[in-house]
């Protein structure tokens, strides 16, 4: 099992420039997650989704759209791309459970974009 | 709007001692509560999980505390180890999926 692959794991970007972040899980998750990481602010929730055909914004939506094209895929897409947008974003999935073991998650390697 | 606090500054102790990271959170009434390992580079790490009705959780050197009235809880790492070098994170998760994170705390074991 690869657990959690995202790509590409670098990208330079020209400010406006449009691009999209892949996702894929093979775990059979129910809930998925995008996050951003920037130095001092930890890891800030941008969307998510806890079921296959939902998805929820979370603390930083704004510039960001996402899809979840099915259970495995959820793809982020920056629309016109700005500098404060470089960051290094990690996509996340879990079980969803509530009960039982719990909402175990687990993360991506990370994508490490820089918008120029 | 919800927060999450950690210790921003880097703990130092030193191998054998025990390890103590606090979380402490406002304006939100999580679910559950995890602690995450993250190192440089590197996507975070899973370690505990424990329910708002739970008091204590152990997992080998481990162990998590949640206090859902002070709002907190306290990570421990006991017999710490400098392979235990790493900044940790704390996140809360509600019943409708959402989790967010802390900003984390570096933890530094000197031999």
């Known amino acids: 099992n690869a657990g959690v692959t995202q790509t590409p794991k670098f990208q330079v970007l020209k400010t406006g420039q449009s691009m999209t972040l892949q996702c894929a899980q093979d775990?059979?998750?129910?809930?998925m997650y995008w996050y951003r990481q920037d130095p001092g602010m930890g890891l800030r929730l941008i969307y998510y989704?806890?079921?296959?055909?939902?998805?929820d914004k979370g603390e930083v939506p704004n510039g960001y759209n996402v899809s979840r094209l099915n259970k495995r895929e959820f793809s982020l897409r920056l629309e016109s791309a700005a500098p404060s947008q470089t960051s290094v974003y990690f996509c996340?999935?879990?079980?969803?459970?509530?009960?039982?073991?719990?909402?175990?998650?687990?993360f991506g390697e990370g994508s490490w974009l820089t918008v120029v | 709007s919800q927060k999450i606090e950690q210790n921003s500054e880097a703990l130092n102790i030193q191998e054998g001692k025990t390890a103590t990271l606090t979380c402490n959170y406002t304006?939100?009434?999580?679910?559950?509560l995890q602690w995450y390992r993250q190192d440089p580079g590197r996507g975070p790490v899973f370690l505990l999980l424990i329910r708002e009705n739970e008091k204590e959780k152990r997992k080998e050197r481990l162990k998590v505390t949640f206090d859902t009235t002070l709002k907190q809880s306290l990570f421990h790492i006991t017999a710490s180890q400098p392979a235990d070098s790493a900044t940790y994170l704390c996140a809360l998760g509600n019943q409708g999926g959402k989790l967010i994170f802390g900003q984390g705390t570096e933890l530094s074991v000197k031999p």
């Open positions: 996340a999935s879990g079980t969803g459970e509530m009960l039982g073991s719990g909402n175990t998650i687990y």
């Open positions: 304006n939100y009434s999580p679910a559950y």
């Open positions: 775990m059979n998750h129910n809930s």
């Open positions: 989704s806890a079921s296959e055909g939902t998805t």
